[in-house]
């Protein structure tokens, strides 16, 4: 199993645009088969995606989705910061 966590911040006046480009990817990244949990959090204009993926195969073939890169594209000048993602192991 893979766990990412990818944390997102938008400028507070772009925060409604960039919460609707996300639920899109969400939906779409939960139709692959690969996924096991998608799940999107949020507090004020930070967005926080938590993934698993069952396999790096599959993770890798999502990095290359065309709606992941289009969200990146298209996201970039919407954000306050960088997109950080973080690739995890459970401890407990």
């Given at each position: 199993?893979i766990?990412?966590?990818?944390?997102i911040k938008?400028?507070?006046?772009?925060?409604?645009?960039?919460?609707?480009?996300?639920?899109?990817?969400?939906?779409?990244?939960?139709?692959?088969?690969?996924?096991?949990?998608?799940?999107?959090?949020?507090?004020?204009?930070?967005f926080?995606?938590?993934?698993?993926?069952a396999?790096?195969?599959?993770?890798?073939?999502?990095?290359?989705?065309?709606?992941?890169?289009?969200?990146?594209?298209?996201?970039?000048?919407?954000?306050?910061?960088?997109?950080?993602?973080?690739?995890?192991?459970?401890?407990?």
């Amino acid at each position: 199993m893979i766990s990412i966590t990818a944390i997102i911040k938008s400028k507070k006046e772009n925060s409604e645009q960039v919460k609707t480009m996300i639920e899109n990817l969400v939906n779409q990244t939960r139709k692959e088969t690969a996924c096991v949990r998608y799940d999107l959090h949020a507090t004020e204009n930070v967005f926080i995606i938590w993934e698993e993926w069952a396999d790096q195969i599959g993770f890798d073939k999502h990095n290359n989705q065309s709606y992941l890169l289009d969200f990146v594209t298209n996201s970039e000048t919407l954000l306050a910061s960088p997109i950080q993602v973080y690739k995890t192991t459970q401890i407990l």
